[in-house]
């Protein structure tokens, strides 16, 4: 065991948790002038730091970040990763996500950097409440190049947790899984898990007895900026009678966020990210505002990242977290950054058309569309499917966010097919013609 993977125990993971900051701040500095000499290795960032005329190991303070370029997902389509025959002989894992030109990005993991994820998990699902011996159904898969997945298992697995891996799909075998094995947490996309309660239910199944105490949701949003729960969230705990916690990672970032037991924000893991909130203008945002999240990851070997854009929308709060831990958290996802809209002076996001919707329960699908209109304001037209009164839905947005867009209803085959056009692995929500 070398130097790196003793720190990755929950001893020490809740310890620097618990630290005040100056000494979090300690052991980060010294991961950070790591991290980037580390980087420093790539191509890539050699060229940045020469032209800037950076050296790591020069690095005295963590606000010196802040000087260093961007790393933005276009710069990972254009050939950012160009790894010599030595370096790939290093990689344990391959795995996929979804690039700006629809080509994949592949992120490799070393053994290390996969050890890290695990460790990165195991505090998460600590953090919610899931201990040693707990049983989990994990119905995220672990294949088709997914690091998800096998990041929350190897995770689990480290926690003494003992994982049941359903993967998605086939409700009557996630019930027959629930019945025999009893698991008390469930890992899922909330859609999914929603539906799963809901089959269950009409199937004589009783979701609220089925001994479930926590739910751990991924990828869809579940809470509003100020920790509401959203009306699929209000479902899903509802209709399995246990509370949940979210979380919140990408695959290039090889971290993830995750809610502790108090729900308010996903905690910043001190030791193996480091957190920033920007401005359009790049420049940094105080706690609390809003602005797209930028991730340096520490400890990385594979495809070490620094201030990497992810598109996304949220704000960081530095109050302490009743839970005892001390680390900044990062609140819910309000947006992607590509999707904003300038709708009649105000900001929107598509997010947060879809969360007032999903308040009206004959809503069975809906995208939305974007052209652009005159005086650089963005014409939106909201395209719902299923039996529903315009009139029912416009006030609804209206009252919510204070716009009226254009509306379009349709079947609910219709606006299925639609988005499901393009054959893209997840249906389309967003239909940008700007
Ligand atoms: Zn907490």
Same mark, same amino acid.
Request: proline share 6%; with cysteine; glycine share 10%.
């Given at each position: ?57 020069? #690095?005295?303070?963590? !606000?010196? =970040?802040?000087? +260093?370029?961007? %790393?933005?997902? /276009? ?5 950012? *990763? ?67 997945? #096998?990041?929350?298992? !190897?995770? =689990?697995?480290? +926690?003494?947790? %003992?994982?049941? /891996? ?5 409700? *009557? ?262």
């Amino acid at each position: 065991m070398n130097e790196m993977t003793q720190r990755y125990t929950l001893a020490h993971g809740q310890a620097l948790r618990r630290a005040e900051a100056p000494a979090r701040e300690e052991v980060q500095l010294a991961l950070l002038q790591d991290h980037l000499q580390q980087a420093g290795r790539m191509p890539f960032y050699a060229q940045r730091f020469k032209e800037l005329g950076f050296r790591p190991e020069e #690095l005295r303070t963590l !606000s010196e =970040l802040a000087g +260093l370029p961007l %790393t933005s997902r /276009r710069d990972l389509d254009e050939g950012f *990763a160009s790894f010599s025959r030595e370096e790939q002989s290093s990689f344990a894992d391959i795995a996929l996500t979804s690039g700006t030109t629809g080509e994949p990005v592949v992120v490799p993991y070393t053994d290390l950097d996969l050890q890290r994820l695990a460790y990165n998990e195991m505090m998460a699902f600590y953090g919610a409440g899931v201990r040693g011996g707990d049983r989990v159904l994990l119905t995220v898969t672990l294949d088709r190049c997914f690091i998800a997945g #096998l990041a929350y298992y !190897s995770g =689990l697995v480290r +926690l003494g947790a %003992t994982v049941i /891996r359903s993967g998605a799909g086939q409700p *009557a075998r996630q019930w027959h899984l629930i019945k025999t094995l009893q698991p008390r947490f469930l890992v899922g996309v909330p859609t999914f898990l929603l539906n799963l309660a809901q089959w269950g239910a009409a199937n004589g199944m009783h979701p609220r007895q089925a001994g479930i105490t926590g739910i751990i949701t991924i990828g869809e949003p579940t809470r509003r900026a100020d920790f509401s729960l959203t009306p699929l969230g209000e479902r899903l705990t509802e209709s399995w009678g246990a509370p949940l916690c979210s979380s919140y990672g990408a695959t290039e970032l090889e971290t993830a966020f995750g809610e502790c037991a108090q729900r308010r924000g996903g905690h910043v893991h001190p030791e193996l990210m480091l957190v920033e909130i920007i401005d359009e203008e790049g420049r940094l945002l105080p706690a609390g505002e809003p602005g797209e999240v930028v991730v340096t990851p520490l400890g990385v070997e594979g495809m070490p990242l620094v201030r990497f854009q992810t598109g996304d929308v949220a704000r960081l709060h530095e109050a302490p977290c009743p839970c005892g831990w001390q680390t900044p958290r990062l609140g819910p996802i309000e947006g992607r950054l590509a999707q904003r809209l300038k709708y009649r002076g105000t900001t929107l996001y598509p997010e947060m058309i879809f969360h007032a919707l999903q308040e009206i329960h004959a809503v069975q699908a809906a995208y939305v569309e974007v052209r652009a209109g005159f005086d650089l304001a963005d014409e939106v037209t909201v395209v719902v499917g299923g039996e529903v009164r315009p009139a029912q839905v416009l006030d609804l947005l209206q009252a919510k966010l204070r716009v009226r867009p254009a509306l379009v209803i349709k079947s609910h085959q219709e606006v299925v097919m639609a988005m499901e056009q393009g054959g893209g692995h997840k249906p389309r929500k967003f239909f940008d013609y700007r």
